[in-house]
């Protein structure tokens, strides 16, 4: 079973930054989609970005500009760069492994 961890969530005032990462236990890391969810209070949890084993990306409309997906295969880790911060990013944000295995998530609070 394929664990993720995942870091780098905190508190940041609009505009600025974040940068998270998923690092996953599996061997088979550099072949499998690997996707950025979040859930903010009272919704549903919504596709934020992915990336498959050979570098291609998706993005979610309010993100794309903004957000930038990023794998690297040598350290089995996933990372999503998050720019111009708004405070509708808020969320609990998970990495996702192959549509399948999910990280314990990681809260981002946008706030002045």
């Known amino acids: 079973q394929v664990q993720l961890v995942e870091s780098g969530g905190g508190l940041v005032q609009p505009g600025g930054s974040l940068r998270l990462s998923c690092a996953a236990s599996?061997?088979?890391?550099?072949?499998?989609?690997m996707g950025w969810y979040r859930q903010a209070p009272g919704k549903e949890r919504e596709l934020v970005a992915l990336?498959?084993?050979?570098?291609?990306?998706n993005y979610a409309d309010s993100v794309k500009g903004r957000f930038t997906i990023s794998r690297d295969n040598a350290k089995r880790t996933a990372y999503l760069q998050m720019n111009s911060l708004k405070p509708e990013d808020t969320a609990v944000y998970y990495c996702?492994?192959?549509?399948?295995?999910w990280g314990q998530g990681t809260q981002v609070t946008v706030s002045s």
């Open positions: 996702n492994c192959a549509g399948t295995a």
């Open positions: 599996s061997t088979a890391f550099t072949w499998v989609v």
């Open positions: 990336i498959t084993g050979d570098g291609s990306t």
